[in-house]
């Protein structure tokens, strides 16, 4: 069976056709928001080094209500990025083995996960210490 | 036959010869409880309409011929039933991503390029002849690979991944699977050839890891993580290569 005409089909419209897309498409779109936070930190950095001034501009920038909103969203993307990265941590790994079992990939997630709960408290608590 | 109930398919049908593009078109089909989609789709062109197109072979799941799009999910139509989808109604649809050749067939050419140019086969050095004997190895070495040689080239993880319906080059998520399959077997020692082609933009780093290949493959092959498993080896070889350029500039 030959066909000198085979219809191609297009892709416009690609991510309307199951929601595993739409959530793979917001996965990636939290980087931008990621760097745009990474971006203001650096601001701030810069600002430390031009002095109290350009420090002092740079704190009412992220303290006014925007730049709280702003932070409340880059906390969000954050959040939504490190689940969805951690969920998919065990692809990017070679299969675990305790003595002749693999460790299962749920196991491995959930493992990474607490690991990632423990360091966020421990930076929390070194942040609290450091502003006390 | 008091089992017997009746469910819409919806097919697309496409003839080259007579279509300018796709469309669908609706059969009332009589079904029973065991009865698949693919038994759907014969009942189709045993009495409805013999000209309904579609690939199908051993009907139990192994010869992966019959991969089409039921309700938007790319499956075998020999592994699922019609009962789960009555009363609703079944759109079946060729395979995402590849060129319709009529009907519910697609065709599979550009798989069958990409799976060829990752060398799927044992390369052992020094190559063997049958006169050598069985090429051994552990149970412990075969469990290595042996989830990812079950795959059976139905190209259900190329119709999920959208990468390859968007990158025309990208190998997709079979063909990768297959290298890393044979990369990982202790027999092989293929691995630096086929590194030539996985570490490109059309290899392991094409792949964005939407993850959905792994998802619908119906064989538990899991192609997204044998892709990303192979990354790391990739940078590495990329490492190499600059580090011997920089010796051969230096020299």
């Given at each position: 069976?030959?066909?000198?005409?085979?219809?191609?089909?297009?892709?416009?419209?690609?991510?309307r056709?199951?929601?595993?897309?739409?959530?793979?498409?917001?996965?990636?779109?939290?980087s931008?928001?990621?760097?745009?936070y990474?971006?203001?930190?650096?601001?701030?950095?810069?600002?430390?080094?031009?002095?109290?001034?350009a420090?002092d501009?740079?704190?009412?920038?992220?303290?006014s209500?925007?730049?709280?909103?702003?932070?409340?969203?880059?906390?969000?993307?954050?959040?939504?990025?490190?689940w969805?990265?951690?969920?998919?941590?065990p692809?990017?790994?070679?299969?675990?083995?305790?003595?002749?079992?693999?460790?299962s990939?749920?196991?491995?997630?959930?493992?990474?996960?607490?690991?990632w709960?423990?360091?966020s408290?421990?930076?929390l608590?070194?942040?609290?210490?450091?502003?006390? | 036959?008091?089992?017997?109930?009746?469910?819409?398919?919806?097919?697309?049908?496409?003839?080259?010869?007579?279509?300018?593009?796709?469309?669908?078109?609706r059969?009332?089909?009589?079904?029973?409880?065991?009865?698949?989609?693919?038994?759907?789709?014969?009942?189709?062109?045993?009495?409805?309409?013999?000209?309904?197109?579609?690939?199908?072979?051993?009907?139990?799941?192994?010869?992966?011929?019959?991969?089409?799009?039921?309700?938007?999910e790319?499956?075998?139509?020999?592994?699922?039933?019609?009962?789960?989808?009555?009363?609703?109604?079944?759109r079946v649809?060729p395979?995402?991503?590849f060129?319709?050749?009529?009907?519910?067939?697609?065709?599979?050419?550009?798989?069958l390029?990409?799976l060829?140019?990752v060398?799927?086969?044992?390369i052992?050095?020094?190559v063997?002849?049958?006169?050598?004997?069985?090429?051994?190895q552990?149970p412990?070495?075969?469990?290595?690979?042996l989830?990812?040689s079950?795959?059976?080239?139905?190209?259900?993880?190329?119709?999920?991944?959208?990468?390859?319906?968007?990158?025309?080059?990208?190998?997709?998520?079979?063909?990768?699977?297959?290298a890393?399959?044979?990369?990982?077997?202790?027999?092989?020692?293929?691995?630096?050839r086929?590194?030539?082609?996985?570490?490109?933009?059309?290899?392991?780093?094409?792949?964005?890891?939407?993850?959905?290949?792994?998802?619908?493959?119906?064989?538990?092959?899991?192609?997204?993580?044998?892709i990303?498993?192979?990354?790391?080896?990739a940078?590495?070889?990329?490492?190499?290569?600059?580090?011997?350029?920089g010796r051969?500039?230096?020299?």
């Amino acid at each position: 069976m030959t066909s000198t005409r085979p219809y191609i089909r297009s892709m416009k419209g690609w991510w309307r056709r199951h929601p595993a897309y739409r959530w793979y498409l917001l996965r990636e779109a939290t980087s931008v928001v990621i760097g745009l936070y990474a971006l203001c930190l650096l601001w701030g950095m810069t600002a430390l080094l031009l002095g109290p001034g350009a420090h002092d501009v740079w704190r009412a920038c992220v303290q006014s209500l925007p730049g709280r909103v702003f932070q409340l969203l880059a906390l969000a993307a954050f959040a939504w990025h490190a689940w969805t990265w951690l969920r998919l941590l065990p692809l990017t790994l070679a299969p675990l083995r305790l003595g002749r079992h693999r460790i299962s990939q749920t196991r491995v997630h959930r493992a990474a996960l607490g690991a990632w709960a423990l360091t966020s408290v421990a930076l929390l608590v070194a942040a609290a210490g450091g502003l006390r | 036959m008091s089992d017997t109930r009746t469910i819409v398919l919806e097919c697309l049908r496409y003839h080259p010869e007579r279509d300018e593009a796709p469309y669908h078109q609706r059969f009332e089909v009589p079904f029973t409880p065991e009865m698949s989609v693919l038994e759907g789709l014969q009942y189709i062109k045993d009495h409805l309409d013999g000209s309904l197109t579609f690939r199908w072979s051993c009907r139990m799941a192994v010869c992966g011929n019959c991969g089409c799009m039921v309700n938007g999910e790319p499956v075998l139509s020999c592994q699922v039933f019609l009962r789960d989808y009555h009363p609703g109604c079944v759109r079946v649809e060729p395979l995402d991503h590849f060129p319709i050749q009529r009907d519910l067939a697609v065709d599979p050419s550009d798989f069958l390029d990409k799976l060829a140019q990752v060398a799927p086969y044992l390369i052992p050095d020094p190559v063997r002849t049958p006169e050598d004997g069985p090429h051994r190895q552990t149970p412990q070495q075969m469990q290595d690979y042996l989830d990812t040689s079950a795959c059976i080239n139905c190209l259900l993880c190329y119709a999920a991944c959208p990468q390859y319906g968007l990158k025309a080059d990208f190998l997709g998520p079979a063909a990768l699977a297959l290298a890393h399959r044979y990369n990982a077997d202790s027999r092989d020692a293929g691995r630096a050839r086929r590194m030539e082609v996985m570490n490109s933009d059309a290899g392991v780093w094409g792949c964005t890891l939407v993850g959905r290949c792994s998802e619908v493959c119906p064989k538990g092959v899991d192609p997204a993580g044998a892709i990303n498993r192979n990354k790391p080896a990739a940078a590495l070889d990329t490492l190499r290569r600059l580090l011997q350029s920089g010796r051969t500039c230096t020299s």
